[in-house]
């Protein structure tokens, strides 16, 4: 028993220790908060575009908007790098709060059309550029270099816990006095406590210094995005994860571009009803995020990625075959943990292994993903349109193995590089003054033995 309760203890520190920081801990508040928020937009603009015309190209097109301001994260990455950083933040979350109040006043008095629609999105997707590269830039800073990892990973799960509860309440606030632009408003207001908890933050940020030469003017800013990109390229372990992070975003959030034709058109539900399978799916995230948080710092960090991206596969399969809104549940139980397990550890090993000076260039590489998979929405809707869901969602679970083999290749080839520049956590994750519970090493999961057998590692006993 007191060994059990011991390796519990362990687990815990291990996975919270970067809540032992006070003010990363009103930081995590304050995510969990403006999560809500974003993650409620994500399910009504999807619901909004689809009533406003019936068509899943609709759909695609109005997540587009968002995806093309978002290819530009790099510019906000090289920002991020130049500035201070949480002014920074504090300016591109509030301004997204305010495009979601605008938008939702916008649909309560019956102003609202698809083209303006799309412009307003793509307004917000400029909000995320300018405020998303610098938000884990401003997190590393804050708790130091040795709470990386494991700091990035709770903001992950501050996204995660969000999951499960936002469409319900967006399914909620839509159905009820408030309807779409009262939901909207609604999303605006949670966001903005985000910004409060943002702007009480202590001033951390470190600049990096703009980079000038005694032969000619100061660099460019594309010339420091061209640098960002060589620094990723010459990274064998960066290049690969960066490869993985973005095809798992892309496969991970196109169900949600299908979803309200498969359910009014396939299972004889109303669009709105996307809110309990998205409960389902966050859940699921939730707890299985929970389970493998600590991974994120450990040798075991790529088994349960490419067992992850497997299980999404399936899930994809099993919702192209669903016969009823239950099969579609059981589907979501397993795309959740599939997409968001794989983004929660890359992107806290992207972080772990980045310099200092190149933190908000790397994370606007990541930032560029949603972007990619926004836009990938249209063409789904497209071809969704032509061939049908059904076959679709089967073509992109078939897509997530392929991902899934291909990144067991790469990782084999670069596993004997794949080591952060400086430790991940401390030896000891207590108090302040260093006392508390020694982090010890944690036996894998048996699922995950024969990846790890397959790679070589040893087996602790």
Known sequence: MARNISAFAAWRQHTFAALNDRHFRVLFAGTLFATFGYMMMMMVMAIVAYELSGNNTAVGLIGSGVGLAMLLAPFGGVIADRVNRKRLIVIGQGGGAAMLILTGLLLAFDLMSLPLMFILMMILGFTFVVMGPARNAFTADLVGPRLIGNAVVLNQLAH???????????????????????TYILMGVLVSVGVFTMAIMPNRGRVTPRPESNEGPVRSVLSDIADGARYVWQRPSLRLMLAVFVSAVVIGFLFRTLAPALLEEHLGRRSTEMGPLLLVYGLASAAVSLLVAGAATTRWAWPVVLSMIALMG????????AQSYGGAMVAMALLGPGMMGPVMILQARLMMHTESAYYGR????????????????????????MLGERE???????LSLVVAALATFGWLAIRKHDRPPLPAMPAFAGDANGGGLAVTAMPP???????GLMSGQKIDR
Do not use: E, K, N
């Not at 930032?367 to 969704?384: E, H, K, N, T």
């Not at 679709?392 to 078939?398: E, P, Q, S």
């Not at 999961?445 to 990846?451: D, E, S, Y």
């Open 160 to 182: 995660t816990w969000g999951a499960p509860f936002s469409p319900f309440l967006a399914t909620f606030a839509m159905d009820s006095f408030l309807s779409y632009g009262g």
């Open 314 to 321: 399936v899930g994809y399969f099993v919702l192209a075959q």
């Open 362 to 385: 790397v994370m606007a590489f990541t930032m560029m993903s949603w972007g990619v998979q926004m836009l990938c929405g249209l063409p789904a809707g497209i071809l969704a349109d």
């Open 392 to 398: 679709v969602l089967a073509g992109t679970g078939l």
């Open 445 to 451: 999961p048996p699922m995950l033995r024969p990846v």
